[in-house]
Nanobody
Framework: QVQLVESGGGLVQPGGSLRLSCAAS????????MGWYRQAPGKQRAMVAV???????NYADSVKGRFTISKDNAKNTVYLQMNSLKPEDTAVYYC?????????WGQGTQVTVSS
């Protein structure tokens, strides 16, 4: 099992930026994939971005060109750089780790985009 702790959420104005961090309790070097989901009020949890152990990435259409996922294996941390934020990006953002079995999840961090 991997413990995941997200940070970096907060309140930001439309057009602003935030960087989320997901710190893992152990090495992420060999973890099959890690990424981010988000859940807005009244909506289902939805995929935002994923990065594989080899560094391949994939994004939801709604965030392509605005969000960038990356990882630092030395720091056991995955990042989500979010630019040009919109009110519809408001949600709780969850980090996950796919070890080709049951996924591990963080506790979530709130992102609110509002003027």
């Amino acid at each position: 099992q991997v413990q995941l702790v997200e940070s970096g959420g907060g309140l930001v104005q439309p057009g602003g930026s935030l960087r989320l961090s997901c710190a893992a309790s152990r090495s992420i070097f060999s973890i099959y994939a890690m990424g981010w989901y988000r859940q807005a009020p009244g909506k289902q949890r939805a995929m935002v971005a994923v990065i594989t152990s080899g560094g391949s990435t994939n994004y939801a259409d709604s965030v392509k060109g605005r969000f960038t996922i990356s990882k630092d294996n030395a720091k056991n941390t995955v990042y989500l750089q979010m630019n040009s934020l919109k009110p519809e990006d408001t949600a709780v953002y969850y980090c996950y780790a796919d070890r080709r079995g049951p996924w591990d999840w963080g506790q979530g961090t709130q992102v609110t985009v509002s003027s």
